[in-house]
C-alpha cells in the first residue's frame, strides 16, 4: 500500500506542474488569455475548447503546441463568423469522443480494456480534479508545502474510495491530460446546452445534439464528482469491469473447453498441418458421434431397458434351449452369439408391443426414427460443415506474396515465455519452412512431360488391378463363408475368414498404392487426394462386396424363415392340443411355452447387426495392434537395436514409422459407413463407436508423438478438409442405400424385432398415424404420398437447386472482379499516396516562402465549385473575392467534409457538396484546425 | 520499492523522458519501478544479464538482438533514458497521434520508427541493409539444426528474391518496409503499458 500512495501523490504533483506549465506557456503567449481564463463564462468559453481541441491534438507533445496556439490565438482575433465553424468543431470532437467511449462495448475485447482502464481511471480524476481546482483558487500555480496537506487529504479520500470500488489500482493510471480535456468537455457541452436555443439550427437537430449532450455530461460528470451520479457512476465502473473481466475469463473458458486443442496443436508443431488435420478430422467425428449415441441411447436403448418387457420374458429375449450350454463361453461372447444375441445391442431382442411402460412410449417408432434421424441428422451436420469450411476456405485473398520473409520476419510469437511452449513453437516454425520448401520445389519443377503421362496412366492401370484382384478376392471369400454357414465342423481360421481376408487387404494394399504412387510424382497434397481415392475405391469395393454377400444371406434366411413360421406356428398348435388331449380338460389354459423352448426364425436383423458389429470389433483390433506393433515394435527395435547393429537402423532402413495420413483418415471413414449401415440393426454399435473414437483419440496422439518421425515432406494441408468430408458425405449415401431399401423392400422377421408382424417396417408410421392422429391428418398424409405431388416436389427442388447454383456462380464471379478492383484500387491509392506526397513538398516550399498567406488549400483546382456551394448554403456575406477568409472558411468545411457521419454536430448545410470534393484535403484528418496543416503531409493509413 | 522509485527518479527527468517517449508519468513511475527490479547489480543501469533473465527474451531466438537493441554501440550498460526510449518503440500509436503534425520530428513510436526497430533486429552489422548472411543466421537461430544447410540456403534466397527490387541481393529499409506493408506492425508492435 505504501507504495501505492506514494505514486499516486507524486503524479498529482506532477498533474500540478503540468497545470503550472501549461498556464506559463499561455502567459507566454498571449498575457490577454491569461487575464480571459480566470474570467466569467461569456465569450472567455472560447479559448477553452481552443485549449480542449489542442489537447485532444497533441496530448503529450507540448513542444508543438505552444506553436499552434499562437496561430489559434490569432485566429480568435478574427470575426465572430468563425466562431459558428470553430464551435461546430469543437462540438464535433466532443461528440467524437463521447461516440467513442459508448462504441467501446461494441468494440474488441483490448480496446474495452483499455477504455475501461479510462474510465476506471476518470471515477478517480474527480477527486484530483477537485483538490486541484482548490488549489487552484487559492494560490496559482504554487506548489510546496500545502502540497503536502493536499496530499494527505488526497489520500484520506483515496483510502475511502477503496471502500467504493477496487478500482484503486487505476488511481495512478490516469493520465492529466486527459482528465483535463475530459472536464472541459463537459463544460462545452453544458454550455451547448445552455445555449442550444441560440442556435440557427432546426428542431429537430437541435433536440438530437441536445438529447447527446445530455447523455455525456450525465455520464461524465458522474466521473468528475460533480453531479450525484458519482457512486453511482463508481459502482457502474466496477460492474462493467467485472462484467468485461467475466466475459474474458468465459472466453478463455470456452477455448479450454475445446476438447484436445492442446494436444492437437502439439501434434500440429511437429508433424506439420496434414497430420494435425487428421486429428481435428477425428475430433469432429467424436462429436458427431456422440449426438448419433445420444439420439440412440436415449430414445431406444434406455427406454427397451427401463419399461419393455425383462430378459426371458418372451422368446426373443431369450437364449434358446439348445444354445444356453454355451452362452457364457468367452468365445461366443466375443463372436456376439450367445447371450450377446440377445440383448438391447441388436435388434431382434426389441419387441413389437406399440406402446410400452406408463408413459406409453412408442418404441417402434421411437426405433424407426431414429433410424432415420441418424442418417438425416448425420447428412445436415456433413452438409453444414462443408459449407462453412468452403467458406473459411475463401477468406485469405492474397498471400503467396512474401511467404518467406513473412515467416521469416514475423513467425516467432514474442509472448512466448514458457520454454515447452517455445519448443513448440521452435518446430512448428521448422515445420512451415518445410512445408513452405515443399511447395516451392513442386512449383519450380521442370517436368518431361510424356515420360510422366505414361508413368501416371501405368500406375492407374496398376491399381486399376489391384482394385479388381482385391474385389474378387472377397467375393470369393464370401461366397465360401456362405458355403461355411452351413456346416458345423469349422475351425477358427474358416469362421473368421471374411474378416481376416478383409482386414489383411486393407493391410497390404494402401502401401501397395503408395508405392505405386511415387511412380507419379505428385505434389504430396495432391498425392494424398489420390491415395485417398484409391484405398477409398479399395474400401468401397470391399464394402459392396461384403454388403451383396450379406444380402444374399438375408435373402437364405428369408426363405428359411417361411418355413419356419410355419412350423412354429405348427408347434405351437401341437403344444396346445396335446395339452388338452393330455389332461382332458378343456376348461384349463395350457401354461404358456417355456420362451426357450419356442421354435423361431433366423431374425436376419440381428444376423446383419452382428457381422457389422464383428467387422467394426475386427477393424478395431487390427487398427490398434497395426499400431503397436507396426509403430511402437518398430519404433522400439530401431531405437535400442541401433546400438548393437551393422548399419544404422535410425538414419537407413527401417527407420521409423511415418504416420499413415489416408491410411488413418480411410479407416475412420470407412469405420462410419459400418456405424452408419449397422446402426440400425445394432443400435448398440454407436455406443461401441464412441468408445473406438474416444481410445483412439489418446492413442493415436500418443503413438504418433512417440512413435513416429514427421514426413519427409511435410506439406501443408488445406485448410479446409473438406477432402475428407467429401469422402464421408459419398460413404454416408452409400451406406443410407442399403438401409433404406432394407427398411423399404423386405419383410421384417416374423418374431423377432420392433417391427415384427408388419409386412413393411414403414407400416409403423402409418399404424401411427391410423390410430394416434386425427383422421384428416391421415388424408392429408395419403394425398401427400401420392406420386402427382411428389414429383412436381422433385422438380420443384431441382430447379431450386439449379438456380441456387447459378446464383453462387455469379456470386464467384462478381467476388473474383471485386477482387481485382479492390487490388487496381490499392495499387492506385499507392501511387496517389506517392504523388500527394511530391505535391505536398512542393507546397511546404511555396508555403515556407509565403509565411502570411500560410493558410493557401494545398490543392487550388477544384476549389471554386465547391467554394460556392458552400456559400450559397451558409455565409452569403462572404464575398468570393475576400482571398484569405474566404479561403480559410473553405477549409473549414472542407477539413470537416471527410466523414460526415460520425460528426453529427456539424452544421453543415444540406448542400449539394458531395464528401469527397476536394481531393487535395481529403485525406486530412478530422481533428485538424485551421492553419494547422501547414506542410502536413497526408497521414499514413 | 516503488517508494524508492519515486525518490530516486527526479521531476526533471520524468518531464524529459515525457518529452523525449510521449509516456504517461504514471507510466514512467511504473516502468521505472520494473527496472529497478530489473537491476541486479542495483547501480542504476542494466545490464546484458539482467536482461537475460526475462523468460521471454531467455526463450526468444532472437532474443540477443532485442537485448542488443537496448544498448547503444559499444557500451553494455543501459540507464533508464535509455530503457525508455527503446520501450518507447512500442507504445502503441493512439488515434489522435495519428493525424498530428508530422512536421515536427516523428515519434519513436510511429509506424516507421517500429520498423526500423524490427529491421535493426535483423541488420547486424548496421549497414542498413540485410544481407544473406545475415537472414542465415537468423534462420539458423529459428530453426536450429533441423533443417540442412542447403534448405537453410535456398529459403534465404527465396526470401531475397521476394524482397529485393534493386537487384543488389538484400534487403534495405525500404525493402523492409513493402514487404511488411500489409502486415499491420501499429498493432503488432505494440505493447499495452499500463497508464
Known amino acids: ?941 | 520499492m516503488g517508494s524508492r522509485a519515486s525518490t530516486l527518479l527526479r521531476e526533471e527527468e520524468i518531464e524529459e523522458i515525457k518529452k523525449e517517449t510521449g509516456f504517461s508519468h504514471s507510466q514512467i513511475t511504473r516502468l521505472y519501478s520494473r527496472f529497478t527490479s530489473l537491476d541486479k547489480g542495483e547501480n542504476g543501469t542494466l545490464s546484458r544479464e539482467d536482461f537475460q533473465r526475462i523468460p521471454e527474451l531467455a526463450i526468444n531466438p532472437l532474443g540477443d538482438r532485442i537485448i542488443n537493441a537496448f544498448f547503444p554501440e559499444g557500451e553494455d550498460q543501459v540507464n533508464f533514458r535509455g530503457f525508455m526510449r527503446t520501450l518507447a518503440h512500442f507504445r502503441p500509436i493512439e488515434d489522435n497521434e495519428k493525424n498530428k503534425d508530422a512536421a515536427a520530428s516523428e515519434p519513436l513510436n510511429s509506424r516507421t520508427n517500429k520498423l526500423l526497430f524490427a529491421f535493426r533486429l535483423y541488420d547486424l552489422d548496421r549497414d542498413d541493409k540485410i544481407s544473406r548472411d545475415e537472414l542465415l543466421q537468423v534462420l539458423r537461430m529459428m530453426v536450429g539444426v533441423n533443417i540442412s544447410d542447403d534448405q537453410l540456403g535456398s529459403i534465404a534466397d527465396r526470401t531475397i528474391q521476394e524482397a529485393d527490387q534493386n537487384g543488389d541481393n538484400s534487403i534495405s529499409f525500404n525493402e523492409f518496409i513493402k514487404v511488411l506493408e500489409k502486415v499491420d506492425v501499429e498493432q503488432k508492435m505494440s505493447i499495452r503499458f499500463l497508464h
Not at chain 1, 501505492?4 to 503550472?20: H, L, P, Y
Not at chain 1, 511452449?421 to 518446430?427: E, G, I, L, S, V
Not at chain 1, 512451415?432 to 520448401?437: G, L, N, Q, V, W
Not at chain 1, 471374411?498 to 510424382?521: D, H, N, Y
Open chain 1, 1 to 941: 500500500m505504501p507504495r501505492k500512495s506514494d505514486v499516486t501523490a507524486k503524479m498529482e504533483d506532477v498533474g500540478i506542474e503540468i497545470d503550472g506549465n501549461l498556464s506559463d506557456s499561455d502567459e507566454d503567449a498571449s498575457p490577454r488569455r491569461g487575464k480571459r481564463k480566470p474570467g466569467t463564462r461569456g465569450r472567455g468559453k472560447k479559448p477553452v475548447s481552443d485549449d480542449e481541441e489542442e489537447e485532444e491534438d497533441t496530448p503529450r507533445n507540448r513542444k508543438g503546441a505552444n506553436k499552434k496556439k499562437a496561430t489559434k490565438l490569432h485566429d480568435s482575433d478574427d470575426n465572430s463568423e468563425e466562431d459558428a465553424p470553430k464551435r461546430r468543431r469543437g462540438a464535433a470532437n466532443n461528440k467524437k469522443k463521447g461516440g467513442k467511449v459508448q462504441d467501446s462495448e461494441d468494440d474488441s475485447e483490448e480496446e474495452k480494456g483499455n477504455k475501461r482502464n479510462r474510465k476506471g481511471a476518470t471515477g478517480k480524476k474527480g477527486k484530483e480534479e477537485d483538490t486541484k481546482e482548490k488549489k487552484g483558487d487559492t494560490k496559482g500555480k504554487g506548489k510546496g508545502k500545502e502540497d503536502e496537506k493536499d496530499k494527505k487529504n488526497k489520500k484520506k479520500k483515496e483510502s475511502s474510495s477503496d471502500t467504493d470500488s477496487n478500482t484503486d489500482s487505476e488511481d495512478e493510471s490516469m493520465s492529466e491530460g486527459e482528465m483535463e480535456r475530459l472536464k472541459e468537455e463537459v463544460e462545452e457541452k453544458k454550455k451547448i446546452i445552455a445555449t442550444i436555443r441560440n442556435k440557427p439550427w432546426r428542431m429537430k437537430r437541435r433536440l438530437v445534439h441536445l438529447k447527446e449532450c445530455q447523455a455525456f455530461v450525465d455520464k461524465f460528470e458522474g466521473a468528475l464528482g460533480k453531479g450525484k451520479g458519482k457512486k453511482f457512476y463508481a459502482y457502474k465502473v466496477m460492474m462493467m469491469k467485472k462484467w468485461i473481466k467475466f466475459q474474458r475469463d468465459f472466453e478463455n473458458f470456452k477455448t479450454t473447453c475445446i476438447p484436445w486443442e492442446r494436444k492437437i496443436k502439439e501434434v500440429e508443431s511437429h508433424f506439420g498441418s496434414s497430420v494435425a488435420s487428421y486429428f481435428i478430422f477425428l475430433r469432429w467425428m467424436y462429436g458427431m458421434n456422440m449426438v448419433l449415441f445420444g439420439l440412440t441411447f436415449g430414445l431406444v436403448v434406455i427406454p427397451e431397458v427401463l419399461m419393455g418387457l425383462p430378459y426371458g420374458s418372451i422368446p426373443r429375449k431369450t437364449v434358446p434351449r439348445a444354445e444356453q450350454a454355451t452362452a457364457q463361453d468367452y468365445s461366443v461372447l466375443m463372436d456376439f452369439n450367445g447371450y450377446c444375441k440377445y440383448s438391447v445391442l441388436f435388434y431382434g431382442y426389441y419387441n413389437n408391443q406399440r406402446t410400452i411402460g406408463l408413459l406409453k412410449f412408442r418404441l417402434p417408432l421411437s426405433y424407426l426414427m431414429v433410424g432415420v434421424g441418424t442418417f438425416g441428422y448425420s447428412l445436415m451436420v456433413v452438409i453444414r460443415t462443408m459449407a462453412k469450411n468452403a467458406d473459411v476456405g475463401g477468406g485469405d485473398g492474397d498471400e503467396g506474396e512474401f511467404t518467406f520473409s513473412w515467416k521469416m520476419f514475423t513467425s516467432w510469437d514474442y509472448l512466448i515465455g514458457n520454454a515447452e511452449t517455445a519448443d513448440n513453437k521452435f518446430a512448428s516454425i521448422t515445420t512451415s519452412f518445410k512445408e513452405s520448401i515443399v511447395d516451392e520445389q513442386e512449383n519450380q519443377k521442370d517436368e518431361n512431360i510424356h515420360l510422366r503421362r505414361f508413368l501416371r496412366v501405368l500406375a492407374n492401370l496398376m491399381i486399376i488391378c489391384c482394385l479388381g484382384g482385391s474385389g474378387y478376392l472377397i467375393f470369393f471369400v464370401v461366397k465360401r463363408s456362405q458355403e461355411f454357414a452351413n456346416r458345423d465342423d469349422l475351425s477358427w481360421y474358416e469362421k473368421n475368414e471374411l474378416e481376416l481376408i478383409m482386414s489383411l487387404l486393407g493391410l497390404v494394399c494402401p502401401p501397395l498404392f503408395e508405392t505405386i504412387a511415387e511412380l507419379e510424382e505428385y505434389h504430396p497434397r495432391i498425392a494424398l487426394k489420390w491415395q485417398l481415392g484409391r484405398i477409398f475405391a479399395l474400401f468401397l469395393g470391399n464394402l459392396y462386396t461384403f454388403l451383396f454377400a450379406l444380402f444374399d444371406e438375408v435373402n437364405n434366411k428369408l426363405e428359411e424363415e417361411k418355413s419356419i413360421m410355419n412350423a412354429s406356428i405348427w408347434a405351437q398348435k401341437e403344444y396346445y392340443a396335446n395339452f388338452t388331449l393330455h389332461n382332458n380338460d378343456s376348461e384349463a389354459t395350457a401354461p404358456p411355452i417355456d420362451p426357450s423352448d419356442v421354435i423361431r426364425g433366423p431374425c436376419w436383423e440381428t444376423a446383419v447387426g452382428i457381422e457389422f458389429v464383428k467387422l467394426t470389433v475386427s477393424d478395431i483390433q487390427v487398427t490398434y495392434l497395426t499400431i503397436l506393433i507396426g509403430d511402437f515394435a518398430r519404433a522400439v527395435i530401431v531405437r535400442f537395436l541401433n546400438y548393437c547393429w551393422c548399419w544404422d537402423l535410425e538414419a537407413t532402413y527401417p527407420s521409423y514409422g511415418e504416420f499413415d495420413i489416408s491410411g488413418n483418415v480411410l479407416g475412420l471413414v470407412f469405420n462410419q459407413g459400418m456405424i452408419w449401415m449397422g446402426a440400425f440393426y445394432a443400435p448398440g454399435l454407436v455406443g461401441i463407436n464412441v468408445l473406438r473414437l474416444l481410445s483412439s483419440m489418446y492413442y493415436q496422439c500418443w503413438a504418433v508423438m512417440a512413435t513416429n518421425v514427421p514426413h519427409e515432406r511435410v506439406f501443408k494441408a488445406s485448410k479446409s478438409n473438406n477432402f475428407y468430408m467429401g469422402l464421408l458425405l459419398l460413404i454416408l449415401f452409400l451406406s443410407l442405400l442399403p438401409v433404406v431399401y432394407t427398411i423399404m423392400t423386405l419383410p421384417p422377421s416374423f418374431d423377432c424385432g420392433p417391427f415384427s408382424g408388419k409386412a413393411k417396417m414403414f407400416d409403423v408410421i402409418m399404424e401411427t398415424i391410423d390410430l394416434d392422429l386425427p383422421a384428416f391428418l391421415g388424408t392429408l398424409f395419403s394425398y401427400a404420398a401420392n406420386p402427382g405431388l411428389i414429383i412436381p416436389a422433385v422438380l420443384l427442388m431441382v430447379l431450386a437447386i439449379y438456380y441456387l447454383n447459378s446464383v453462387s456462380e455469379a456470386y464467384k464471379h462478381a467476388n473474383a472482379e471485386l477482387k481485382k478492383k479492390m487490388q487496381m484500387a490499392r495499387d492506385e491509392e499507392k501511387n496517389r499516396r506517392n504523388n500527394t506526397e511530391s505535391t505536398d513538398q512542393v507546397m511546404k516550399d511555396l508555403e515556407d516562402l509565403l509565411p502570411n498567406r500560410s493558410l493557401l488549400p494545398p490543392a487550388p483546382p477544384p476549389e471554386p465549385s465547391a467554394d460556392k456551394a458552400d456559400q450559397g448554403g451558409k455565409s452569403p456575406k462572404v464575398k468570393p473575392g475576400t482571398a484569405g477568409k474566404d479561403v480559410k472558411l473553405q477549409k473549414d468545411v472542407s477539413l470537416s467534409s471527410p466523414n460526415p457521419n460520425s460528426r453529427g454536430a456539424v452544421t453543415r448545410p444540406p448542400g449539394p457538396r458531395g464528401p469527397g470534393s476536394l481531393p487535395g484535403n481529403g485525406q486530412q484528418g478530422t481533428g485538424a484546425g485551421p492553419g494547422r496543416g501547414r506542410g502536413q503531409p497526408p497521414p499514413r493509413h
